[in-house]
């Protein structure tokens, strides 16, 4: 029976690819030429052709009021890239199977993968109850024991119960509401039912709106998606990929029943190879769709070569970023096997409670103050610019409140003085600022700084990869290496001479495969050449946000108490956008503009003292964390003939007694500029 392309590939399942197709009627008439996307191809009446799969291409949208669609709202088409980040809306309408959800809704490896459900009635099973209402998460669809099932979890006293539904498991199942914002884009490939629109909820302002934009000025309302699908298919005597969107006026009839599939080629995704099984590789596949970018390996990787893929498994990255203050940071992941070394680089700090999360048991933190802090309490020390400090420990201390005494949380240091060293008190609360001072020359390698230091971490390339053609590492003036992701690889090699493999990421690089009937010369792998991989900005926010949902979150720094006074200038408040937006380096965050004449200038010292960090590279220091203002100079002269030889092979990051001496002559200069100001206004009163 013959239906339109729309219809068909709305009721399509995806665990039902491949179909084969023949087309019936429609505008696409006897040797009509269609050309989509660079591919030009005939589509005649009874052509066949193969369906390998379907995804969103463009989303139509209309204005949403009261879950119907506005009588004055005008269709729209809007690009998967549009901006805005968006609310699923939960769709009312419930599914009355198991397999009805696991056809219609996507349930995938990834946290956009795990919808969740909750049931109108109690579901018993052999030795387990769910309660109706009750909120279930669908994990992934499995074969068990020969039945189909969906893998699933609740919550239940902070404890995970796993157990498994089978699809012939009926029921009212309705959605679950959704906390989490999206973009267009994943609510296009994840959040988007088969055969039902979507409903959502702009949850920002569009702040670059104009006259071309399809939504009303300011619209802060709902919208309801209705998908259109751009269907991937294989023609006969064709190796490669056409591309046919499903609003398209033709007529099609599914014959596959009738013909025999084979005869097509089948093309694979790095997906489809990585979730073969183990004993399946090593294989020999020719490339039908090759990936884009000049980078190694993927210039290698052209349409129609031949190649070997020896195995999958998960690898280790470190994601790390360019130190700069401006928004064109470049983004890479570092795998463990890169044989260059590094060489630390000061951290900033923004509050005592960031100084307790990265201090270590095998060296003490030693840290400038680079911002006043005036103590509310008498037992508690008050931070002034320049004071230098070793960080001992987190414990708790009493402090007068309200008449009576009570127990606060504290950080225990050492102020470094001219001559001696005084145990201070700062209170976890503190909104201060602190730069590191780095006494440490030895040179790591990465495996080293994952396993002694805290992430994130602040360094620079010492010694780059001489395995490496170009290092594009050591160009960069300083790196933070930011967390530890783990992620998916293809090990990779060409077909025609197989003399040094690569590591290609499965869910990173787009390209489409077709395996050939051929043997593996040889079975174990040439050598593996190391790749860093440049991500970009888009891919990078992805990377940190899967990554962070695996961690449990941080404790929550400790609130300050009421009695502290009100601080001078307030912060900047942000909205939704600025939140949404990547973290970005304390010094950076305080080039916004503050109330103050002093906070100014004690931003320009923030900035001052990092610049000095950076240009003081070249010199040597030697010793313990004992940096003595009164005895710094002295004791660099003695290094500084002692290793002069040293200091032309290594620079490293230190804070000087002129750097201190400066952040406290400006601070002090600019406290009397404020006070002069003040008295002349005064004058003029």
């Not at 052709?49 to 669609?69: D, H, M, P, Q, Y």
């Not at 699923?88 to 490896?109: F, H, L």
Request: glycine share 4%.
């Amino acid at each position: 029976m013959a239906s339109t392309l729309q219809k068909f590939i709305h009721s399509l399942d995806l665990r039902a690819l491949p179909r084969v197709l023949q087309i019936q009627s429609g505008i696409y008439c006897q040797d009509s030429i269609y050309e989509m996307f660079g591919n030009e191809f005939s589509l005649s009446t009874e052509d066949v052709i193969k369906v390998i799969g379907f995804k969103i291409n463009k989303l139509i949208a209309s204005i949403c009021e009261n879950n119907e669609v506005s009588q004055f709202s005008a269709k729209v088409e809007l690009p998967l890239n549009f901006p805005g980040l968006y609310k699923v809306v939960a769709d009312k309408t419930p599914y009355v199977s198991i397999e009805e959800i696991a056809r219609k809704v996507s349930i995938g490896p990834t946290r956009f993968g795990h919808p969740s459900f909750y049931s109108a009635k109690d579901i018993k099973l052999e030795n387990f109850t769910i309660k109706h209402d009750e909120q279930i998460t669908f994990n992934s669809v499995e074969d068990v024991h020969g039945m189909m099932a969906v893998n699933c979890v609740v919550v239940r006293n902070n404890q995970s119960h796993s157990f498994t539904l089978p699809l012939s498991q009926e029921g009212e199942f309705y959605e679950c509401e959704d906390d989490q914002i999206y973009t267009l884009k994943e609510i296009a490939e994840w959040k988007i039912p088969k055969g039902r629109n979507r409903i959502v909820k702009l949850s920002t302002t569009l702040h670059m709106w104009d006259s071309s934009s399809p939504l009303p000025e300011n619209f802060d309302g709902c919208l309801i998606l209705m998908p259109v699908y751009e269907v991937q298919a294989v023609m006969k005597f064709r190796k490669d990929i056409i591309h046919i969107l499903s609003d398209l006026d033709v007529e099609v009839k599914d014959v596959t029943d009738h013909y025999d599939i084979s005869s097509f080629l089948q093309p694979l995704s790095l997906e489809d190879i990585f979730e073969r099984t183990s004993k399946e590789f090593p294989m020999v596949a020719q490339i039908m769709q090759g990936p884009s970018g000049n980078q190694k390996p993927y210039n290698l990787l052209s349409t129609g070569k031949e190649i070997v893929i020896y195995k999958k498994y998960q690898a280790a990255r470190v994601l790390a970023s360019e130190m700069r203050s401006d928004s064109s940071k470049r983004h890479y992941l570092i795998p463990m096997s890169y044989k260059g070394k590094f060489k630390r680089r000061p951290r900033e700090f923004p509050t005592a409670y960031d100084l307790e999360l990265v201090r270590n048991e095998k060296e003490h933190l030693h840290v400038v103050a680079t911002k006043a802090f005036t103590s509310p309490h008498k037992e508690l020390f008050s931070v002034s610019v320049g004071d230098q400090f070793l960080v001992q420990q987190c414990q708790t201390s009493e402090v007068l409140y309200e008449g009576g005494k009570k127990l606060v949380d504290v950080l225990a240091c050492e102020q470094i003085l001219s001559d001696s060293y005084k145990k201070v008190l700062l209170p976890m609360y503190m909104e201060g600022g602190f730069v590191e001072v780095i006494h440490d020359k030895k040179q790591y390698h990465l495996s080293e700084i994952c396993k002694e230091f805290h992430l994130p971490f602040n360094v620079k390339v010492s010694i780059r990869d001489l395995s490496i053609e170009k290092d594009v590492l050591a160009a960069v003036p300083g790196l933070q290496f930011e967390e530890e992701i783990t992620d998916s690889y293809l090990l990779i090699s060409s077909a025609s001479s197989p003399a040094e493999s690569w590591e290609i990421p499965v869910y990173r690089l787009n390209m489409l495969l077709c395996l050939l009937s051929k043997d593996v010369q040889t079975v174990a792998p040439p050598v593996t050449r190391t790749t860093v991989e440049e991500v970009s900005e888009e891919e990078y926010y992805m990377l940190r946000r899967y990554e962070n949902l695996t961690l449990p979150p941080p404790p929550r720094p400790p609130k300050k108490p009421a009695t502290a006074p009100p601080p001078t200038c307030a912060a900047p408040k942000q909205d939704v956008s600025d939140v949404l937006q990547a973290p970005k380096n304390f010094y950076v965050d305080t080039t916004r503009k503050l109330c103050s004449d002093q906070d100014a200038a004690v931003l320009e010292l923030q900035v001052s003292c990092q610049n000095d960090l950076v240009h003081c590279e070249n010199k040597d220091m030697t010793g313990k964390a004992t940096l003595v203002e009164t005895t710094v100079t002295k004791g660099l002269a003695r290094n500084h003939e002692a290793e002069e030889d040293e200091e032309e092979e290594h620079d490293y990051s230190y804070i000087d007694e002129n750097i201190i001496e400066n952040i406290r002559k400006v601070f002090h200069g600019t406290s009397i500029r404020n006070e002069h100001t003040i008295s002349k206004g005064r004058r003029d009163i």
